[in-house]
C-alpha cells in the first residue's frame, strides 16, 4: 500500500521528528539517505522503521517499512534532492556521566550544521565524548546529515553549563584568540577542549572555568575561523602534542 496524504498520521510522525519538539516527543530521529540508514544499522543503532518513495528501487533494510507517494514523502524529508529513503531511528539513551577520555565542550553553537561537523571530526580525532550547553539539537536533520554518521558513534550529552561542567573533573582547555599558541602548549595527558559559539565564543561561566586557553595563530588579515574549522584544527593539534609526550 501506497500512503499518499500529507494528512496520514504515520507521515505526520515521521514529519515531526524534523522538529525538536518531535523528536523529544516520539525519542526518536531522523536518518535519510541509503549510505546513512545502511550505516545506522551498522553501527547497531536502534532502526524503528524505513519509509521509501514509491520510486525508490535502491537496498533494502531489516526494518519495518512503509511507502509513501511523493507528496507524503516530502512532507517527511529535509533534503532538497531526496533519495527516496529515510529511517526513524531511536535516540540513544546518554545518560551524564564523567568523560572516560579527552572530551569536547561545546558552549552555545546555534549552526547545526557546525555541532554536526564538529561531532563528524570528533569522532574521526578519537574524541568520543561531546558535553552540549545551549547548542543546536545534535539530532535534527542538518546536524545528522553534516555528522556523516559521526551521531552513530558519539556520545552526545546535553544539560545545563552548571551540571555538564561539574561533571567533566579534568583540565579544561578553552579556545580563545587570547590564549597560548596552540602549535607550542603541552596539554595534560587529559583534558576537555571547550569551544565557544560562532558569535560569541564562550560564555563567562566556561572561561571561568577554564584551566589553559589556546588559540590557533592566524595570518592579522584573518579574523576568525569557522566554528567547525577552528575545533577540528584543535582537536588534532592538541592530539598530536599529546602523543609527543609519550
Do not use: W
Amino acid at each position: 500500500m501506497v500512503i499518499v496524504s500529507r494528512q496520514n498520521p504515520l507521515v505526520k510522525e515521521l514529519a515531526s521528528l524534523r522538529e525538536k519538539k518531535g523528536r523529544r516527543a516520539r525519542g526518536a530521529f531522523l536518518v535519510e539517505g541509503t549510505k546513512m540508514v545502511r550505516e545506522a544499522f551498522a553501527a547497531g543503532m536502534n532502526v524503528l522503521r524505513v519509509a521509501v518513495r514509491e520510486d525508490y528501487a535502491g537496498e533494502d533494510f531489516p526494518a519495518p517499512a512503509v511507502v509513501l507517494g511523493a507528496g507524503a514523502f516530502a512532507a517527511v524529508s529535509d533534503e532538497k534532492t531526496p533519495q527516496g529513503i529515510v529511517a526513524e531511528v531511536a535516540l540513544p539513551s546518554a545518560r551524564l556521566r564523567p568523560p572516560a577520555g579527552n572530551c569536547l565542550f561545546l558552549d552555545g553553537l546555534q549552526d547545526p550544521s557546525n555541532v554536526g561537523a564538529i561531532v563528524r571530526t570528533a569522532v574521526a580525532a578519537g574524541y568520543g565524548e561531546l558535553y552540549l550547553a545551549d547548542c543546536a539539537d545534535p539530532f535534527s536533520p542538518k546536524s545528522v546529515r553534516a555528522s556523516m554518521s559521526g551521531v552513530f558513534f558519539a556520545r552526545l550529552m546535553q544539560g545545563t553549563r552548571e551540571e555538564l561542567l561539574s561533571l567533566i573533573g579534568v583540565p579544561l582547555i578553552a579556545a580563545d584568540m587570547g590564549g597560548e599558541d596552540v602549535f607550542s602548549f603541552t596539554p595534560p595527558a587529559q583534558f576537555c577542549l571547550a569551544v565557544g559559539s560562532e558569535g560569541s565564543g564562550l560564555t563567562q561561566a566556561v572561561r571561568g572555568r577554564a584551566d589553559f586557553t589556546v588559540r590557533i595563530p592566524m595570518d592579522a588579515r584573518t579574523e576568525s575561523l569557522n566554528a567547525a574549522v577552528s575545533a577540528g584544527v584543535l582537536m588534532y593539534a592538541l592530539k598530536a602534542q599529546t602523543h609527543l609526550r609519550r
